[in-house]
């Protein structure tokens, strides 16, 4: 059994960056890749970046290609979503899963409770 926790959420303005954090605990090695999702208001949840367990295999949305970086921390078990050139439309709650390979919505095992995560003039 994993428990995961984000940190790092906030008010930015546009433009700005945040930096995510994902904390697991527990059973360890039940997984084989941490994702990062949001979720809008009125949106469904959507898979914006994974990174398999070996750090090797990474994969983004093409909404945030070029301006988020996920990483894995020194500890085996943190990960890191760095976001930068924030626009309005990244606006939502962010949630930090393991699971399955290559983070399918539907095989991630273990969630976050979410960070807020706002940017707005």
């Known amino acids: 059994q994993l428990h995961v926790v984000e940190s790092g959420g906030g008010l930015v303005q546009p433009g700005g960056s945040l930096t995510l954090s994902c904390v697991a605990s527990?059973?360890?090695?039940?997984?084989?890749?941490i994702g990062w999702f949001r979720q809008a208001p009125g949106k469904e949840r959507e898979r914006i970046s994974c990174?398999?367990?070996?750090?090797?295999?990474?994969h983004y949305a093409a909404s945030v290609n070029g301006r988020f970086n996920i990483s894995r921390g020194n500890a085996e078990n943190t990960t890191y979503l760095q976001m930068n050139e924030l626009k309005p439309e990244d606006t939502a709650v962010y949630y930090c899963?393991?699971?399955?390979?290559?983070?399918?919505?539907?095989?991630?095992?273990?969630w976050g409770k979410g960070t807020l995560v706002t940017v707005s003039s």
């Open positions: 899963a393991l699971g399955n390979p290559n983070c399918p919505l539907q095989g991630m095992n273990y």
């Open positions: 990174i398999s367990r070996s750090g090797r295999n990474i």
């Open positions: 527990g059973s360890t090695s039940d997984y084989a890749s």
